[in-house]
């Protein structure tokens, strides 16, 4: 690999001065020559592009055309993947919004059906469209009798996230008429079906594990209010959705239907930039979720808690294993890329636990545990240095925990959360025009050249 020490990166001071900005058809600002890269004597400008809340970007487009470098980003840390309209999120002040609405007004105020409308849309519906939206994925909600006897090929304990996984790709076998990604009247119907059938895919799994019987959907119920039906009800006796958990479950779900471009989200826009239909697109988003260090977190907490609960809750203790580096434990629930604050999910999530405990009169020595947790790493030096704050899977699984859904079915909460958001970016990529399929490059760090040996001589 060359060594070029001549190469520097000179970013002039930006202001926004008057005659030399342009604003794009894509919404952004553009002003020329703002950034310069002088490399091996050759000095290239490299524009900067201003978003809406006044965040900046190099414009990269033209680096490689120019220069023949590409640039090096592991982690994706520095590198803005796409332009989007859907969410912001100010991680230093602790600022998420979807399409401009601030999560603490959304979440006391607005349903997570209208949500997923806002996130999709655009706008918050109007009356008539919210009952358009509401008709549209209503009539959905079933899934084909066929595809439930696929459930009999899982085992007992498997995972129901990769029940969900592969039960969405399946749904594109059925629908093989209708799930062109280019043809709009394709992609309304692929998002209702997604949107409306994926609680009951979810709820049959879990149904599965117990060995009950799977509850058909009532259409005459809240899109929250059916999924608790078809999670809890049994035939044999009556069942009654509890409004307080009916809230609670759709504030959870709000708070996690969006956070612009983390790794499942990016997912769905890589696989869906190769144009494979929505199913397929929305599963491999699943599959990312899975990770313990993305979605699965929640899982990973709520085990985490226990093991401390169970080895008689001594916070330090685990505080301070969490910062030894001989150590794999880390705090789950704790820390996130972009997030250098308080994550402000995190703090509605606190609020809403302690609120849904007392009214439903439980008492969980986890929530305690937790409590205990963060109050010892937002003293410490460790945390506080490197800015790690209870991210949104640190309170949420207790919520899930007095609701009763099991454990290992949390990962599958919050994917049925993050769907209008996977959907609204997908459907955001594929709409503009200007998306190629996405395809990193990378610098080759291998063997260089060499003979092929004959098995013998080797
Ligand atoms: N416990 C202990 N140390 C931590 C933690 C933690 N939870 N998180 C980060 N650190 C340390 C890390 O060891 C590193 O220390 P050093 O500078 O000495 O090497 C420093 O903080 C920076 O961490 P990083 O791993 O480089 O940060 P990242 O941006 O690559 O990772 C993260 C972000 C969320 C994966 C990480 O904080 C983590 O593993 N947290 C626990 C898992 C978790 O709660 N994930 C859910 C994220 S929020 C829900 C979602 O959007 O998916």
Same mark, same amino acid.
């Given at each position: ?11 002039? =001071? ?172 394709? =992609? ?86 190769? =144009? ?183």
């Amino acid at each position: 690999m060359k060594d070029h020490a001549a190469t520097a990166v000179g970013l002039s =001071r930006w202001r926004a001065p008057q005659g030399i900005q342009t604003t794009t058809q894509d919404g952004t600002r553009r002003m020329a020559g703002a950034a310069k890269l002088v490399y091996d004597g050759q000095e290239l400008e490299l524009p900067i592009i201003e978003g809406t809340e006044n965040e900046r970007a190099i414009d990269i487009g033209k680096l490689r055309g120019t220069t023949g470098l590409i640039t090096v980003d592991e982690g994706f840390v520095n590198t803005g993947s796409c332009k989007s309209g859907v969410t912001f999120l100010d991680g230093e002040q602790g600022i998420l919004r979807y399409r401009g609405y601030p999560i603490e007004d959304l979440a006391e105020k607005s349903t997570f059906l209208e949500v997923a409308y806002l996130l999709i849309y655009g706008e918050l519906p109007t009356k008539e469209q919210y009952e358009d939206f509401q008709h549209s994925i209503t009539v959905h909600t079933m899934i084909h009798e066929d595809l439930k006897r696929l459930y009999d090929g899982y085992p007992k304990d498997s995972h129901p996230m990769s029940i969900l996984s592969s039960m969405i790709v399946t749904l594109s076998g059925y629908y093989t008429d209708s799930s062109d990604p280019l043809i709009p009247m394709h =992609r309304e119907i692929s998002m209702a079906r997604l949107l409306a059938k994926t609680p009951t895919i979810a709820a049959y799994s879990y149904k599965k594990s117990i060995g009950q019987p799977f509850v058909y959907p009532r259409n005459n119920l809240s899109y929250i209010g059916n999924f608790m039906n078809m999670m809890f009800s049994v035939p044999a006796t009556d069942y009654e959705v509890d409004p307080v958990i009916e809230r609670a479950l759709d504030t959870l779900l709000i708070l996690h239907a969006d956070h612009e471009q983390n790794c499942s989200t990016s997912t769905v826009r890589l696989v869906g930039s190769s =144009r494979a239909n929505l199913y397929a697109t929305i599963a491999s988003g699943v599959c990312a979720l899975w990770g313990p260090l993305h979605g699965g977190a929640n899982q990973a907490v709520i085990e985490m808690l226990s093991r401390v609960h169970e080895d008689g809750g001594d916070a330090k203790k685990y505080i301070e294993l969490a910062k030894d580096k001989n150590s794999t434990f880390r705090l789950m629930g704790f820390g996130h890329r972009v997030y250098k604050n308080f994550d402000p999910r995190a703090r509605i999530i606190k609020k809403a636990c302690d609120d849904v405990l007392k009214k439903m009169g439980v008492h969980d020595p986890l929530l305690e545990i937790a409590k205990k947790l963060e109050e010892a790493a937002l003293e410490d030096e460790y945390f506080v240095e490197r800015k790690l704050y209870p991210n949104v899977d640190f309170y949420s699984g207790i919520i899930y925990r007095a609701i009763g859904i099991p454990t290992d079915m949390f990962t599958v909460m919050f994917a049925l959360g993050r769907m209008p958001g996977w959907i609204a970016q997908w459907k955001e990529m594929i709409e503009n025009p200007g998306t190629r399929i996405g395809r990193p490059r990378q610098v080759y760090n291998g063997a260089t050249e060499r003979r092929y040996q004959d098995i013998g001589k080797r």
